[in-house]
Nanobody, 115 residues
């Protein structure tokens, strides 16, 4: 059974930082490109960052220079360190593989950036 469990969200003031974590199970984790997605109210889910199995990273322009994605293939985890958070970063954040559909999403973790 494929499962993704996200954690680490919360309420933070503009300019603050948060670190999100995701534990994956039921997949051959080290094979896949992994990504962090987010979905803001009334908007479609979007990919904000991804990391290849060898550690190469890519970011959406809106988060470049502020977010850092990393992975631990031994622990089947992927993380997202977020700095200089802005109100427009408010969303539910999810992790999942990129380019392949397992038909399964976790519950996500809510990030709210507000003063």
């Amino acid at each position: 059974q494929v499962q993704f469990v996200e954690s680490g969200g919360g309420l933070v003031q503009p300019g603050g930082s948060l670190r999100l974590s995701c534990a994956a199970s039921g997949i051959n984790f080290g094979v896949y490109v992994m990504g962090w997605y987010r979905q803001a109210p009334g908007k479609q889910r979007e990919l904000v960052a991804h990391i290849t199995n060898s550690g190469s990273t890519n970011y959406q322009n809106s988060v470049k220079g502020r977010f850092i994605i990393s992975r631990d293939n031994a622990k089947n985890t992927v993380s997202l360190q977020m700095h200089s958070l802005k109100p427009e970063d408010t969303a539910v954040y999810y992790c999942n593989a990129v380019g392949v559909s397992f038909g399964s999403w976790g519950q996500g973790t809510q990030v709210t950036v507000s003063s």
